[in-house]
């Protein structure tokens, strides 16, 4: 979740780094700061708690001329957001500076053996450990002592570290938490996210665990923690860093909102084709497996946990098996039975979730099948996975997620309906059905976003002094609910609850007023008319409804104050076009209340922590 940039090149390395940390200021953002060493040999060190703007107005004239640096901007995990627990963080001598995301889990043991063989450290944080200890390993090779550093850790970490003497070498490692090198001619970058290196470079190592890189201008070398070499190759990307941009909207929240049907399409690519049928080739490898399975479980958090939601309906349907999601945290301490014929797909768009990763990997250490469904080429669940299914949704930058939600819902669609075929248990009818409705699907998601966009200002609008909202869906509408309701807390910060409708009389209906509107996701479904009688329920304790329907649906207005429309699809998807008119509408409700859309309070983008 924190951000890391290092750059070695002939290059001015301050605006390089600064420029990287702009583009990876979502990943954390309670402070920020950079590191310097100039041609002399003089390291120069600036931190500021807040947004990035804090440290650039600090930097003002006075950066100076360097060709190294690194950069980090953190989101606390040990010690307040001040500037002193900012990083980068020194050693006793000031040669030594180190940036790091993650956590030092024997940090307190670690800092107290160091206090008391004379060292000082000065911020509460647990990386500052990680500088004094590459201080009493340091023999004049920075990558040996950091090697020897990392061997008494435990724990999870990206750093970066540099001497200031050692003048064009950084040094990098990662253990579960992110870290890739870019290459490019003369020139070396060193970041958390391929995002932060796109402008100058599409070369890309991605580290693996336990992966040292003694990265210099013109080369890198990676070893593990014992100093073998290890090989690990350059991988082109084709994500333009104009991709990673706003593009011309407001916020990255409302250009990925807009980015959707292309998601989609990129999401569809090689799995849905003119035949209608469904292709999963990432799959192959498993087939034998995926015959005798007896049960399917599912692991995920936050909004991937509602994509699954969908995907675990639609294994059950076609399948015939039993299928169940748990959210991450709660799977890892009180995990379901699981054994070899237990098949667990693990969802998260990030692929670094920590609650997601850890139950993924104890399902992997008691023999059941992994399939990943991630957007993250390279981060840490691909290698817990026999089989990947990435999203191919590309980069999302604001921190709730919107296309993401979208690809993962149709990617497990794809993913149930290819084991259903595989197990002989979802017909060719059924097949085909939901081949030409996927294959409608970018074209019918920009149609929702067309109809939607130019009137979701105006409905924010009126509903915006509303104490709080109760948004409800039945069957497969259900997870919209429910990620609607969180769309709209995390960014506006107005408590919304998403609920059954039908458990609306067993409790929470006594919330519903004129002041708690009701938003029904009331597309065309096989629970349409229970829905609906869930509807007048609240309208009668004079909720006013929003209601999400299916263009034609010619009786919802009755039940509705405001109707949002989108076109008819197959049910078991349904769930990709009823959110995307509640994506924009907590985008602007958020907008009316006047938050950091793209960055809300207490969030990350990846959080890769416990
Ligand atoms: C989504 O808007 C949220 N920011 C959050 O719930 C997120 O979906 C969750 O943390 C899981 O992230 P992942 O998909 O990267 O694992």
Redesign the pocket.
């Known amino acids: 979740m924190c951000g890391i940039v290092g750059y070695t090149g002939p290059r001015e390395a301050g605006p390089i780094l600064i420029e990287g940390l702009r583009r990876l200021e979502y990943r954390g953002y309670d402070s920020a700061g950079i590191a310097l060493v100039d041609e002399e040999g003089v390291l120069f060190v600036e931190k500021k708690a807040g947004k990035l703007g804090n440290l650039t107005t600090a930097l003002a004239e006075r950066t100076p001329h360097a060709a190294m640096g690194l950069a980090h901007t953190r989101w606390a995990t040990h010690g307040r957001p001040n500037d002193l627990n900012a990083h980068p963080h020194g050693d006793c001598t000031g040669d030594i500076t180190v940036i790091h995301n993650g956590i030092i889990e024997n940090f307190r043991e670690l800092r107290d053996g160091l206090e008391a063989r004379g060292h000082r450290l000065v911020s509460e944080t647990d990386t500052e450990a990680l500088a004094h200890l590459v201080e009493e390993a340091y023999e004049g090779d920075l990558a040996d002592a950091v090697r020897a550093a990392l061997r008494r850790v435990e724990g999870a970490y990206a750093i970066v570290v540099m001497h200031r003497a050692e003048r064009g070498r950084l040094v990098g490692a990662r253990q579960d938490v992110p870290l890739v090198v870019g290459r490019n001619g003369e020139e070396s970058f060193i970041a958390s996210d391929v995002a932060a290196v796109l402008a100058h470079t599409n070369r890309i190592i991605f580290l693996e665990e336990g992966d040292v890189a003694d990265v210099r201008p013109t080369g890198v070398l990676i070893t593990d923690v014992e100093g073998v070499v290890r090989e690990r190759p350059e991988t082109l990307i084709d994500w333009s860093p104009e991709v990673a941009e706003k593009g011309g909207y407001e916020h990255f929240m409302l250009k990925e909102i807009h980015e959707q049907p292309t998601a989609l399409r990129q999401a569809l690519a090689g799995r849905v084709g003119r035949d209608e049928r469904v292709h999963v080739p990432e799959i192959e490898a498993l087939l034998p497996v995926l015959r005798t399975i007896t049960r399917i479980e599912l692991v995920?958090?936050?909004?991937?946990s509602y994509a699954a939601q969908v995907g675990a309906a639609a294994l059950e349907a076609w399948t015939g098996l039993p299928a169940r999601v748990t959210v991450g945290s709660e799977f890892r301490y009180s995990p379901p039975p699981l054994d070899a014929r237990t098949l667990v797909i693990a969802v998260?768009?990030?692929g670094?979730?920590a609650d997601?990763i850890a139950p993924t990997r104890l399902a992997r250490e008691r023999g059941c099948p992994i399939i990943a469904v991630t957007n993250t080429v390279g981060s840490a669940i691909t290698r817990e996975a026999a089989a990947v299914l990435f999203l191919q949704a590309g980069p999302e930058i604001a921190?709730?997620?919107s296309k993401?939600f979208v690809t993962q819902v149709t990617t497990l669609v794809i993913l149930a309906a290819a084991i259903g075929r595989l197990r002989g248990s979802m017909s060719d009818e059924q097949e085909l059905e939901l081949g030409r409705a996927l294959h409608a699907l970018p074209d019918a998601a920009q149609r929702a976003l067309d109809a939607n966009a130019p009137r979701a200002e105006g409905l924010a609008r009126r509903y915006v002094n509303s104490r709080g909202f109760m948004f409800v869906g039945r069957g497969a509408t259900y997870p919209a609910a429910l990620e609607g309701a969180?769309?709209l807390k995390?960014i506006s910060y107005v408590h919304a609850e998403g609920y059954p409708a039908g458990e609306l009389k067993h409790g929470p209906i006594s919330l519903l007023d004129a002041d708690c509107p009701l938003v029904a996701i009331a597309t065309r479904s096989s629970t349409y008319d229970k829905l609906i009688s869930n509807v007048m329920e609240g309208r009668a304790r004079d909720a006013r409804v929003i209601a999400v329907a299916t263009e034609g649906d010619t009786h919802i207005e009755r039940y509705a104050d405001d109707v949002a429309w989108v076109p008819e699809t197959h049910e078991a998807i349904s769930s990709v076009l009823a959110i995307i008119p509640l994506q924009l509408f907590a985008y602007h409700m958020a907008i009316a209340r006047g938050t950091d859309v793209d960055q809300p309070r207490n969030?990350a983008?990846?959080?890769t922590v416990e």
């Open positions: 995920a958090c936050g909004t991937a998260t768009q990030s670094e979730t997601t921190v709730a997620a993401t969180l769309k995390e969030l983008k990846s959080v």
